[in-house]
C-alpha cells in the first residue's frame, strides 16, 4: 500500500469523480470503477479495481495504491502511482499546491506483534513490566532521509486476502504483523514543484524498502 498525497490551499473536490479523471486522461479510459463514491464542495472520492482510488478535499489530494499482498499483486506502486498523481497535477495546474506526501506502507509478519514491538524497541523498566505491562504499542520515529523530513510509525496490524474459488466461495485468511508507515514530506509553491517532488516517489520507495528490509529489522 501506498499514497501520494497533495497539500494545495484550494483544492475542488467537486470536479473528482470518474468521469472527469478519464476525460482528461488521468486513469485509462478501460479501467473498471468499483466505487463511484460521492461527489461535492466538500469531499470527494472514487476507486478503480486496478487499486487506485482517489479522495479529495478542500486542502489535501489523496491517490492510494491499496495493496499489502505481494503474493497476489504484480503491479507495483511505482508503476503507476506516481503517474496518475501527476496527470491529476497536471490537468489542474493552477492550484495553489504547497506539499507533496509520499506515505508508503509495509507489513512484516510477526506472531504476537505488539509484544515483539515492546521487546525489541523499549528499553525494560517499571513502566513496561508486571501490571504495568503494556498490552500494545504504537511507536513513532523521525529521521532525516534522502534530504527530507521523514517520519516512520510502527503497530500491530493484520492485513486480510480474499480468494474466490471457481465454486463461487469465497474464502478469507488474515495475517497478523507490523505495519511500518511512512511519510516523506516535500514543501512544493505550485505545479511544477509539485510534478517534481511527485516525481521522487520511485526514489522514496527504494529508500523506505531500504530503511525496512536492512535498518529497521534486517529481514531479506
Given at each position: 500500500?501506498?499514497?501520494?498525497?497533495?497539500?494545495?490551499?484550494?483544492?475542488?473536490?467537486?470536479?473528482?469523480?470518474?468521469?472527469?479523471?478519464?476525460?482528461?486522461?488521468?486513469?485509462?479510459?478501460?479501467?473498471?470503477?468499483?466505487?463511484e463514491g460521492l461527489s461535492t464542495p466538500a469531499?470527494?472520492?472514487?476507486?478503480?479495481?486496478?487499486?487506485?482510488?482517489?479522495?479529495?478535499?478542500?486542502?489535501?489530494?489523496?491517490?492510494?495504491?491499496?495493496?499489502?499482498?505481494?503474493?497476489?499483486?504484480?503491479?507495483?506502486?511505482?508503476?503507476?502511482?506516481?503517474?496518475?498523481?501527476?496527470?491529476?497535477?497536471?490537468?489542474?495546474?493552477?492550484?495553489?499546491?504547497?506539499?507533496?506526501?509520499?506515505?508508503?506502507?509495509?507489513?512484516?509478519?510477526?506472531?504476537?506483534?505488539?509484544?515483539?514491538?515492546?521487546?525489541?524497541?523499549?528499553?525494560?523498566?517499571?513502566?513496561?513490566?508486571?501490571?504495568?505491562?503494556p498490552t500494545d504499542a504504537e511507536l513513532q520515529?523521525?529521521?532525516?532521509?534522502?534530504?527530507l523530513n521523514m517520519r516512520a510509525t510502527l503497530?500491530?496490524?493484520?492485513?486480510?486476502?480474499?480468494?474466490?474459488?471457481?465454486?463461487?466461495?469465497?474464502?478469507?485468511?488474515?495475517?497478523?504483523?507490523?505495519?511500518?508507515?511512512?511519510?516523506?514530506?516535500?514543501?512544493?509553491?505550485?505545479?511544477?514543484?509539485?510534478?517534481?517532488?511527485?516525481?521522487?516517489?520511485?526514489?522514496?520507495?527504494?529508500?523506505?524498502?531500504?530503511?525496512?528490509?536492512?535498518?529497521?529489522?534486517?529481514?531479506?
Amino acid at each position: 500500500m501506498a499514497m501520494v498525497v497533495v497539500v494545495a490551499s484550494a483544492h475542488n473536490p467537486s470536479i473528482l469523480h470518474p468521469s472527469f479523471l478519464k476525460a482528461e486522461g488521468i486513469v485509462p479510459a478501460d479501467w473498471e470503477v468499483i466505487d463511484e463514491g460521492l461527489s461535492t464542495p466538500a469531499l470527494s472520492k472514487c476507486g478503480f479495481s486496478s487499486g487506485i482510488s482517489f479522495r479529495c478535499e478542500p486542502q489535501r489530494l489523496i491517490v492510494k495504491w491499496d495493496s499489502l499482498d505481494p503474493e497476489i499483486d504484480s503491479a507495483k506502486p511505482v508503476d503507476v502511482l506516481p503517474v496518475v498523481a501527476a496527470a491529476y497535477v497536471a490537468a489542474l495546474p493552477k492550484v495553489k499546491y504547497t506539499g507533496v506526501g509520499c506515505n508508503p506502507i509495509a507489513f512484516k509478519e510477526q506472531g504476537e506483534a505488539a509484544t515483539y514491538l515492546l521487546d525489541r524497541f523499549v528499553q525494560p523498566g517499571a513502566w513496561n513490566s508486571g501490571s504495568q505491562r503494556p498490552t500494545d504499542a504504537e511507536l513513532q520515529f523521525r529521521y532525516q532521509r534522502a534530504g527530507l523530513n521523514m517520519r516512520a510509525t510502527l503497530s500491530a496490524g493484520t492485513v486480510t486476502r480474499e480468494v474466490t474459488r471457481m465454486e463461487g466461495e469465497t474464502h478469507t485468511t488474515v495475517r497478523h504483523g507490523i505495519l511500518v508507515r511512512a511519510n516523506y514530506h516535500i514543501d512544493v509553491d505550485g505545479a511544477e514543484t509539485c510534478l517534481a517532488a511527485i516525481g521522487r516517489f520511485s526514489e522514496l520507495m527504494t529508500d523506505f524498502s531500504s530503511y525496512v528490509e536492512k535498518d529497521l529489522f534486517g529481514w531479506q
